[in-house]
């Protein structure tokens, strides 16, 4: 990896993907084709990208059953304790509904209410992504979603893998759907005569995905747009070169994209771990991936002193942190931007990618300046209650009047006044 000393600026090279021109096209005519032949179209692009010739859209109960039987016991027992994990945590962010009341007899308050429905894309291709599930599905489960649709593209035989289904059923899925890319975005987006419209998209995907749910924003809500994974280790001399590698290629073998960057003002610790990287590369299966990711998107900025270090994250504003110091606490409050902060050298960033609980839907792109990580909130909307009694807009109705007079809304005025017509 290389070593980049600090000057006064640094610049993060990041990969933001908006796709080719083709690209977007054929996303555009794949929407418009879902939205006018419905099941036919999914059906036929289902054929067309997945190789899959299906004659139904929805998983069966017995395809369910089936995918039990497949499953190793003490996996099922994992994602079970993972489930929990990622339960209770979620429960910690459940808000409620709240009034508030005054002398004049005014009820003020705020109505929180969960989504009816909620679909969740979880990607196919060569992996599983179980985990995926569970991130997606449980903040909806818990902020009381009713309705939870999955989409996901089948194999060519058409199969989704046997723990991405066990992982939805477990999580509380209420409809799974053999459908993947922009024509899954579509259907969930505008609906089909076999699946009912939702009112938000979650998950990640690739570049038909992300496209498709930018293209449907505003007919639903969606989460965000996720860039390749990044991991940003802040460490001081006391940290372990070779925990600090480990975790650099956790990130980078993602992803070709994915960006793993040290910070540090050890240079024996930034040497170090550059050598040590390239050690453990060697061994790893996805070291294609991992390697290319290190070369274009690695890099170790060496700086002058831990402070300087805090305001280099600061800037980055990671999506995964790890604070690797002799007393990382003691830095959590001058971390500003981070998507999900991990402190001390037993936190390494699988530990939340899979099962302590906090949500590993990041923030990417520098995009942890401004954003938070999935959660309840994002499953629920708030409306606001107001209750005047009569005496509170006895008291205040000429100020109100006054004020969309201001506006020239004479009609708003009125509406106030007219209460208080003398007959
Ligand atoms: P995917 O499910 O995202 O996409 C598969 C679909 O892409 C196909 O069903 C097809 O409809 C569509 N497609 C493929 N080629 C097409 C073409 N030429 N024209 C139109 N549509 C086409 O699965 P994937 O491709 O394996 O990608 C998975 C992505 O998800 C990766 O980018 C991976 O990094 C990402 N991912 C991210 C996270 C995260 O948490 N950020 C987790 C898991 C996976």
Redesign the pocket.
């Known amino acids: 990896m290389k070593i980049v000393p600090v000057t006064e600026t640094i610049s993060i090279k990041r990969s933001i993907d908006s796709g080719t021109e083709e690209?977007r096209a054929?996303?555009q005519s794949?929407l418009s084709d879902v939205r006018k032949n419905g099941d036919a179209a999914v059906l036929t692009?289902?054929k067309k990208?997945?190789g899959a010739d299906l004659d139904q859209l929805r998983v069966k109960e017995d395809e369910i059953a089936e995918a039990y039987e497949n499953m190793d016991g003490e996996i099922i027992s994992i994602i079970r304790e993972a489930i929990q994990n990622i339960r209770s945590f979620h429960e910690k962010q459940v808000r409620n509904s709240w009034m508030m009341t005054d002398e004049s007899g005014t009820i003020l308050g705020q109505k929180m209410t969960p989504l009816d429905s909620a679909g969740v894309?979880v990607?196919?291709?060569?992996?599983a992504?179980p985990s995926?599930v569970l991130m997606n599905v449980i903040p909806a489960k818990t902020a009381g979603v009713k309705r939870i649709v999955m989409a996901?593209?089948p194999n060519e035989n058409g199969k989704i893998p046997s723990a991405v289904l066990v992982a939805a059923n477990e999580a509380g899925v209420s409809e799974i759907y053999k459908t993947?890319?922009?024509?899954?975005i579509a259907a969930l987006a505008y609906g089909t005569e076999s699946i009912r419209p939702v009112d938000k998209i979650v998950g990640?995907?690739?570049i038909?995905?992300a496209l498709a749910k930018r293209e449907v924003f505003g007919d639903v809500d969606i989460d965000m747009i996720?860039g390749?994974?990044e991991i940003a280790v802040l460490a001081d001399a006391t940290a372990k070169a070779n925990e600090v590698a480990a975790d650099l290629l956790s990130q980078a073998e993602?992803?070709m994209r994915a960006c793993s960057v040290l910070v540090t003002e050890s240079r024996e610790l930034a040497e170090e771990t550059s050598k040590e990287v390239q050690k453990q590369l060697e061994s790893l299966p996805r070291k294609e991936i991992a390697q290319k990711a290190i070369d274009d998107y690695g890099v170790i900025y060496l700086t002058q002193s831990l402070q300087e270090s805090i305001e280099v994250i600061n800037s980055i504003a990671p999506e995964h942190l790890e604070i690797m110091t002799e007393e990382p606490m003691e830095l959590l409050g001058q971390i500003r931007n981070a998507g999900a902060i991990f402190l001390g050298r037993y936190s390494s960033e699988p530990v939340g990618d899979y099962f302590a609980g906090p949500n590993?839907?990041l923030p990417t792109n520098g995009t942890a300046r401004f954003s938070s990580p999935l959660n309840v909130d994002d499953f629920m909307k708030k409306s606001s209650i107001i209750s005047y009694s009569r005496k509170a807009l006895e008291e205040n109705a000429e100020k109100i009047a006054a004020f969309a007079r201001l506006e020239g809304l004479e009609a708003h005025a009125r509406a106030v006044e007219e209460r208080f017509k003398k007959e």
């Open positions: 690209q054929a996303v794949i692009y289902t990208f997945d894309y990607p196919g291709g060569t992996a992504y995926s996901t593209p993947g890319g922009a024509q899954a990640p995907g690739n038909y995905v996720a390749p994974s993602h992803d590993h839907v």
